[in-house]
C-alpha cells in the first residue's frame, strides 16, 4: 500500500464509526472514528517505527481481540493499545481526503503468517 493518509479500517459499523491503522506525517497512527468529523476522533497511538519505510511498500497488519488492538508493520510488532470502544464489525482498506492510494494483496483472516513479500503501504 502506498500511504498518503490511507490504510486499514476495522471494527467498522459500516458508516461513520469504526478504528483506522495508517501512517501519518511519517508516524503510524491507530485513531477511534467515532463520528464524521474531527472532534469525534480519537488519536489513541501515533508512534515513530524504524520498520516502517516511507515510499515503499510495507505490510501492515492487526489484530483485534476483545479491548486490545495489535499493530504490526513489516512484521514487527508495533504498538498494543488496550481499547473497548467498539466491538467487531466490518474490515476493509480506508483513504482520507483526496488521497491517491495503492493498495495490494489485502488480506482477512483468522490468523496471518508473515509476509512473502513487502507490500507497499
Known amino acids: 500500500m502506498l500511504f498518503r493518509s490511507a490504510g486499514l ?3 467498522s459499523d459500516g458508516d461513520q464509526k469504526h478504528y483506522g491503522f495508517y ?3 511519517g508516524k503510524l497512527r491507530l485513531t477511534r472514528f467515532d463520528g464524521p468529523n474531527v472532534f469525534t476522533w480519537t488519536i489513541l497511538k ?7 519505510k516511507p515510499g515503499d511498500w510495507n505490510t501492515i497488519k492487526v489484530r ?6 495489535h499493530c504490526f508493520v513489516n512484521d514487527q510488532a508495533i504498538f498494543k493499545i488496550e481499547d473497548n470502544g467498539l466491538g467487531e464489525g466490518h474490515v476493509g482498506l ?3 481526503r483526496n488521497t491517491e492510494a495503492e493498495f495490494r494483496n489485502f488480506r ?14
Not at 501515533?46 to 520498520?51: G, I, L, Q, R
Not at 483485534?64 to 488492538?69: A, C, V
Open 108 to 121: 482477512m483472516a483468522k490468523k496471518i503468517g508473515r509476509a512473502s513479500c513487502r507490500e507497499r503501504v
Open 23 to 25: 501512517p501519518s506525517a
Open 46 to 52: 501515533d508512534a515513530d517505527s524504524e520498520h516502517y
Open 9 to 11: 479500517v476495522f471494527s
Open 64 to 69: 483485534h481481540e476483545k479491548g486490545l488492538i
Open 94 to 96: 480506508a483513504k482520507f
